[in-house]
């Protein structure tokens, strides 16, 4: 079966679309692959600060906020 998919389209600036192009061709990607892992690295990494804020409010130990956060580097 095949997977539905959807595109998106963005409107950034002519000097902004040279610089990520120029960052995608110097990581050996493409433009659109670079946003999708970018946006789905911050996705896991907004999933993982909700299971940790959850599990903080059930009483549960865990690692605390500082590292998370240094971890993350935010």
């Known amino acids: 079966m095949a997977t539905k998919t959807k595109s998106l389209n963005i409107r950034i600036s002519e000097d902004q679309y040279n610089d990520i192009s120029s960052f995608a061709a110097f990581q050996g990607t493409s433009v659109s692959a670079l946003f999708l892992e970018s946006v789905m690295q911050q996705i896991e990494d907004w999933e993982d600060i909700r ?23 935010l």
Not at 57 to 66: H, L, V, Y
């Open 51 to 73: 299971d940790a804020d959850a599990a903080h409010k059930k009483g549960e130990k865990g690692t605390p906020w500082a590292e998370v956060k240094k971890e993350l580097g």
